[in-house]
């Protein structure tokens, strides 16, 4: 996982006088695809491509199901060979596609208001940077880190991506919440120690055990009154 050598979308929007030092910070991270925008026909057309060019008889919804996790797990766990050269004609035409992506209604006026209210932003995606990137500024929100897939650390369902956006903003695991749609991000938070929210609106479902499921971004907005008494924020208390 890696945070994007590039400033965030609207990163230089990010609110810069944080929470006095007897409040400790908290952090809303969020999943991009199903979660921030609603990227299934981008994939779509992608897979499609795939299957034109290399020949590829399997139905999407295969692809689908697996969504959370990194393009090549998926093509390993689907049997598909020359994995690599798939990956290029999907990376390609996705980037090609990405003007169909939409803003998940009412997700970008729902981050704004954490972020008045002194939250960081953050997000944790299985999406390469470069594709994550633009679809990101369409939301023109303060994210303060973006990790995706690289050479540091292991993609979801580990613990890592979530753990290294959390040092990124100095926040402990026990102030943050994770918002995702698949199993690999109900996974990857459980083991990340972090409250996990599943976005009912998303392309997934939750395992077990159950976690609290919201219907629109707008419920993710009683976290801004609900704020539980926590243990002191302890310098270096992440591991």
Same mark, same amino acid.
């Given at each position: 996982?890696?945070?994007?050598?590039?400033?965030?979308?609207?990163?230089?929007?990010?609110?810069?006088?944080?929470?006095?030092?007897?409040?400790?910070?908290?952090?809303?991270?969020?999943?991009?695809?199903?979660?921030?925008?609603?990227?299934?026909?981008?994939?779509?057309?992608?897979?499609?491509?795939?299957?034109?060019?290399?020949?590829?008889?399997?139905?999407?919804?295969? $692809?689908?199901?697996?969504?959370?996790?990194?393009?090549?797990?998926?093509?390993?766990?689907?049997?598909?060979?020359?994995?690599?050269?798939?990956?290029?004609? $999907?990376?390609?035409?996705?980037?090609?596609?990405?003007?169909?992506?939409?803003?998940?209604?009412?997700?970008?006026?729902?981050?704004?208001?954490?972020?008045?209210?002194?939250?960081?932003?953050?997000?944790?995606?299985?999406?390469?940077?470069?594709?994550?990137?633009?679809?990101?500024?369409?939301?023109?929100?303060?994210?303060?880190?973006?990790?995706?897939?690289?050479?540091?650390?292991?993609?979801?369902?580990?613990?890592?991506?979530?753990?290294?956006?959390?040092?990124?903003?100095?926040?402990?695991?026990?102030?943050?919440?994770?918002?995702?749609?698949?199993?690999?991000?109900?996974?990857?938070?459980?083991?990340?120690?972090?409250? $996990?929210?599943?976005?009912?609106?998303? $392309?997934?479902?939750?395992?077990?055990?159950?976690?609290?499921?919201?219907?629109?971004?707008?419920?993710?907005?009683?976290?801004?009154?609900?704020?539980?008494?926590?243990?002191?924020?302890?310098?270096?208390?992440?591991?």
């Amino acid at each position: 996982m890696t945070t994007s050598p590039i400033p965030p979308p609207s990163a230089g929007t990010a609110p810069t006088k944080r929470t006095s030092p007897s409040t400790p910070p908290r952090a809303l991270l969020l999943d991009l695809d199903g979660v921030l925008l609603d990227t299934r026909p981008v994939m779509e057309e992608a897979w499609r491509e795939v299957q034109a060019t290399h020949g590829l008889d399997m139905p999407f919804a295969l $692809y689908e199901r697996h969504l959370g996790r990194e393009f090549i797990d998926i093509m390993h766990r689907l049997g598909v060979g020359d994995a690599e050269l798939v990956h290029e004609t $999907y990376e390609k035409a996705s980037r090609s596609a990405s003007h169909l992506a939409r803003q998940v209604a009412g997700i970008a006026e729902v981050l704004h208001a954490f972020a008045a209210a002194d939250w960081w932003l953050g997000v944790v995606t299985s999406k390469p940077l470069d594709r994550a990137a633009p679809l990101l500024a369409q939301l023109s929100c303060p994210f303060a880190t973006v990790r995706t897939p690289s050479s540091v650390g292991r993609a979801k369902p580990a613990p890592d991506p979530i753990l290294l956006a959390l040092i990124d903003l100095g926040v402990d695991p026990s102030e943050a919440t994770y918002v995702g749609d698949m199993a690999v991000d109900q996974e990857s938070a459980a083991r990340a120690g972090v409250a $996990y929210v599943h976005a009912g609106w998303g $392309y997934g479902q939750p395992t077990s055990p159950t976690p609290e499921i919201i219907a629109s971004p707008q419920e993710l907005l009683r976290l801004l009154h609900s704020v539980e008494p926590s243990e002191p924020f302890i310098e270096g208390s992440l591991v």
